[in-house]
């Protein structure tokens, strides 16, 4: 299948003209992309010559779809004999290609292959009659139904040997065959049958909101039980602290009314009204608690001599014990010595010299 050349000349028509149909087909394809990307409607054009010639693409095809869309002759050959879904090479009525992959092997598809040669003859052959010819693929993506053919357009899935004569047959005589499955199943379900979902109720509508139900009596259920035996009252998580549903409400502008207190922001005065509002403290959480810090230790750089903070190669920038000193030798310091400018009393965020 990987050998990819046009067919004999033999074989070769002497001409190729999109029908006015397909040609109007293929102006709303090229209409899909912008000004002077017509080109890339090259894979639609070749698929519907293709198809207007009975399943496989001759050279005068190739060359009429190169002319429409502007293209050089050479660029459509290359699209046209790399992708295996272009025919370059007569086929029969019904094409026929058999996945030969693994899990289609290993479930009889190498007998599918003995039955074609039998039945039809060799790869790329086509039979008198022009009915059929075959050819051995990759994957399909049916594998859940292995073994496989795709006749045409259609795949026929769960063959066997005599499944298979039986779909030729069939064809050849013009009889209405079924597509997908052949052994009974549908789609993909387990062979024998669903297994699983089975309960008609499942889809006859009785059962929607069935689980809510079920959920409140058994929650219901749950507190009935817990009352009776006292274990709903619940206990502090450790000694001193209280349950958090039993803790007042502190640090808000309700309860800070409450005590009598004034509030502080005006947003406050309007929320001391709105219990909603309050907030419920954590057990043994205190008002200036820190947070949690991290496992990792560092120490703040310093950024902005404005903030109060000494950086770097700045005047007034204590060095670090054992550095060399800058080059800067008008404001170069040695270790040890006291930077001008840098109170070492001085409170964060303080201004180099304010106490
Ligand atoms: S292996 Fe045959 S369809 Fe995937």
């Given at each position: 299948?990987?050998?990819r050349?046009l067919?004999p000349?033999?074989?070769?028509?002497?001409?190729?003209?999109?029908?006015?149909?397909?040609?109007?087909?293929?102006d709303g394809?090229?209409?899909?992309?912008p000004?002077?990307?017509?080109a890339?409607?090259?894979?639609?054009?070749?698929?519907q010559?293709?198809?207007?010639?009975?399943?496989?693409?001759?050279?005068k095809?190739i060359?009429?779809?190169?002319?429409?869309?502007?293209?050089?002759t050479?660029?459509?050959?290359?699209?046209a004999?790399?992708?295996?879904m272009?025919?370059l090479?007569p086929?029969?009525?019904?094409?026929?290609?058999?996945?030969?992959t693994v899990?289609?092997?290993?479930?009889?598809a190498?007998?599918?292959?003995q039955?074609?040669?039998?039945?039809?003859?060799?790869?790329?052959?086509?039979t008198?009659?022009?009915?059929?010819?075959?050819l051995e693929?990759?994957?399909?993506?049916?594998?859940?139904?292995a073994?496989?053919v795709?006749?045409?357009?259609?795949?026929?899935e769960?063959l066997t040997p005599?499944?298979l004569i039986k779909?030729?047959?069939?064809?050849?005589?013009g009889?209405?065959?079924?597509?997908?499955?052949?052994?009974?199943?549908v789609?993909?379900?387990?062979?024998?049958?669903?297994k699983?979902?089975?309960?008609?109720?499942?889809?006859?509508?009785?059962l929607?909101?069935?689980?809510?139900t079920?959920f409140?009596?058994?929650v219901?259920?749950?507190?009935d039980?817990?009352?009776?035996?006292?274990?709903?009252?619940?206990?502090?998580?450790?000694?001193?602290?209280?349950?958090?549903?039993q803790?007042?409400?502190?640090?808000?502008?309700?309860?800070?009314a409450?005590?009598?207190?004034?509030?502080?922001a005006?947003?406050?005065?309007?929320?001391?009204?709105?219990?909603s509002?309050?907030?419920?403290?954590?057990?043994?959480?205190?008002a200036?608690?820190?947070?949690?810090?991290s496992?990792?230790?560092?120490?703040?750089?310093?950024?902005?001599?404005?903030?109060?903070?000494?950086?770097?190669g700045?005047?007034?920038t204590?060095?670090i014990?054992?550095?060399?000193?800058?080059?800067?030798?008008?404001?170069?310091?040695?270790?040890g010595e006291?930077?001008?400018?840098?109170?070492?009393?001085?409170?964060?965020g303080?201004?180099?010299g304010?106490?």
């Amino acid at each position: 299948m990987s050998v990819r050349r046009l067919a004999p000349l033999l074989d070769q028509p002497a001409s190729f003209a999109f029908t006015p149909e397909n040609l109007t087909w293929l102006d709303g394809q090229v209409a899909k992309y912008p000004d002077g990307r017509q080109a890339s409607a090259v894979i639609p054009a070749l698929w519907q010559a293709q198809k207007q010639n009975g399943g496989w693409l001759p050279q005068k095809a190739i060359e009429a779809v190169a002319v429409r869309l502007g293209m050089p002759t050479i660029r459509v050959m290359e699209v046209a004999t790399f992708y295996t879904m272009f025919n370059l090479e007569p086929v029969g009525r019904y094409y026929i290609q058999l996945c030969g992959t693994v899990p289609c092997h290993v479930k009889g598809a190498i007998d599918l292959k003995q039955t074609l040669l039998n039945s039809v003859g060799d790869e790329r052959h086509v039979t008198e009659d022009g009915y059929f010819s075959w050819l051995e693929v990759e994957c399909l993506g049916a594998c859940c139904n292995a073994p496989m053919v795709q006749i045409n357009d259609e795949y026929y899935e769960d063959l066997t040997p005599d499944l298979l004569i039986k779909l030729i047959d069939d064809l050849r005589a013009g009889r209405d065959v079924k597509v997908g499955p052949q052994d009974g199943r549908v789609s993909s379900e387990p062979k024998g049958g669903a297994k699983t979902l089975t309960d008609p109720a499942l889809f006859d509508g009785s059962l929607v909101g069935g689980w809510r139900t079920r959920f409140e009596n058994s929650v219901t259920a749950e507190t009935d039980a817990g009352s009776a035996t006292g274990k709903n009252d619940m206990k502090p998580g450790r000694p001193g602290a209280t349950n958090a549903s039993q803790s007042s409400a502190t640090n808000a502008p309700a309860q800070s009314a409450q005590n009598g207190e004034s509030p502080k922001a005006a947003d406050d005065k309007a929320g001391a009204s709105d219990t909603s509002k309050t907030t419920v403290s954590e057990p043994g959480a205190s008002a200036d608690a820190k947070a949690p810090q991290s496992d990792k230790s560092y120490t703040m750089t310093p950024s902005k001599p404005e903030e109060g903070r000494v950086v770097a190669g700045s005047k007034g920038t204590t060095p670090i014990s054992g550095t060399p000193t800058s080059g800067n030798s008008e404001g170069g310091q040695g270790a040890g010595e006291k930077p001008a400018g840098v109170d070492p009393g001085a409170k964060p965020g303080a201004a180099p010299g304010a106490n």
